[in-house]
């Protein structure tokens, strides 16, 4: 048999995580998001009492601003002292401040600094809930969500799911319409970076598994299972060499670049009260459970039979491994086919590599532990995501 014959073709499965636009400097958080929905909407309210002398309600979908002497309400929070302050002795100086925020932070400085009374009405809602995340630096919106619905679930809630269901909707399409707004730039030399990585040889060093024979390994099929809504990855690999010519996109959670729509709710089927939701014989339960949203289009499908189809090793590529998709990478770490896990990593600001975190959030996905220390692949500094600094 010759060299050729005996090498062993083994597949790589990129996890292609909001990771990738970040270090490419896109401003594709939550915490992004956030801020220019909360900017957005308190500077359409400060519009709306700029133009006129006595100013009829102004009514958004976080904001409802009444009448002079009437409290204002931004994203179900309620002040009586807020349009003096915000809107009548300070109208110029106010939205200006709110217009210059380059941050969420700073945009909450300036609600701090004018001594903005923030008090809790509406305390049960997906947005509250989401706002006071925004105080304390951090945001997800989709595991907030899932606390929220087991919350309702566990009556805990004094809301109601059809409520819920209809604020992450539109929690959805402001989401979707801040996406589309965003510009992407990408210079040459970064993008020749990721190709490097890309086609990065697989080696038998990686893999540890006592029923074949990896000592000789030739790369097989790219496939790159997207979750992100940018078109970010798509530009990338355009811009490649003959090289890239065998690989596939799945954008898996939807893509604006292909009109289809974007599915956004929560995926973990592993948790302890998911068999109570699917008992409750009630749909509106089970509206944003990702499994569901899958039936979209054949995306999940095509996954499969990629994961049928031969050995493959996974390449986590910027992708956080929440428990928010953990029905799907349960699938894919699990798989008899999955020769091994692959972690690249970015460096926070303090220069601190996330790969023991990303390690620890891929061992929820594991149901045997075992399992999960033969597949996962020891940290190496080559593996470190390349960075628009």
């Known amino acids: 048999m010759s060299k050729k014959e005996s090498a062993q ?47 009829k ?62 008090q809790p009405k509406f305390a049960n809602s997906l947005f509250t809930s989401i706002y006071s995340q925004c105080n304390a630096g951090w945001v997800n919106i989709e595991e907030t969500y899932f606390v929220l619905l087991k919350s309702i679930l566990n009556d805990k809630r004094n809301v109601s799911i059809t409520d819920l269901n209809s604020e992450l909707e539109t929690i959805t ?8 707004e965003l510009e992407i730039d990408l210079p040459s030399n970064i993008v020749d970076q990721f190709f490097k990585q890309f086609a990065s040889q697989i080696i038998p060093d990686e893999i540890i598994n006592n029923k074949k024979d990896y000592s000789k390994i030739v ?24 090289e890239f010519n065998d690989y596939t996109i799945n954008n898996i959670h939807g893509s604006f670049e292909f009109d289809e729509p974007i599915i956004f709710g929560y ?49 986590v590529y910027g992708h956080s491994c929440d428990i928010s998709d953990r029905i799907m990478l349960n699938e894919i770490f699990e798989h008899e ?6 972690v690249y990593f970015y460096r926070d600001k303090d220069g601190n590599p996330d790969f023991t975190n990303k390690t620890m959030n891929i061992s929820r996905h594991f149901n045997s532990n075992k399992l999960m220390r033969q597949k996962i692949v020891e940290f190496n500094p080559d593996n470190e995501i390349p960075q628009i600094k």
């Not at 973990?268 to 289009?297: A, G």
């Open 57 to 118: 309600p102004y009514r958004g979908r976080f904001i409802e601003v009444f009448g002079e002497y009437e409290p204002l309400t931004i994203f179900g929070y309620s002040s009586n002292e807020l349009f003096d302050i915000l809107f009548k002795e300070n109208y110029g100086e106010i939205p200006n401040k709110i217009e210059s925020a380059d941050n969420l932070q700073d945009l909450l400085s300036v609600v701090k600094t004018y001594k903005i009374s923030i």
């Open 337 to 342: 086919n999955c020769v091994s896990v692959k």
């Open 9 to 55: 073709t083994i597949n790589k499965l990129f996890l292609i995580g909001n990771g990738l636009d970040l270090a490419l400097g896109l401003k594709t958080s939550y915490t992004d998001f956030m801020f220019w929905l909360l900017k957005k909407q308190l500077l359409e309210a400060a519009e709306n009492f700029g133009r006129q002398e006595a100013p």
């Open 267 to 315: 995926g973990d089927e592993m948790d302890e009260d998911y068999k109570k939701i699917e008992n409750l014989r009630d749909n509106d339960f089970l509206k944003h459970i990702k499994s569901f949203r899958y039936f979209q289009n054949k995306n999940y499908r095509d996954l499969l039979r990629f994961l049928n189809s031969n050995s493959f090793q996974v390449c």
């Open 219 to 242: 790369n097989g099929h790219l496939y790159f299972l997207n979750f992100n809504y940018t078109e970010a990855l798509s530009i990338i690999l355009s811009k490649s060499g003959k």
């Open 173 to 180: 399409d402001y989401l979707q319409q801040y996406l589309l």
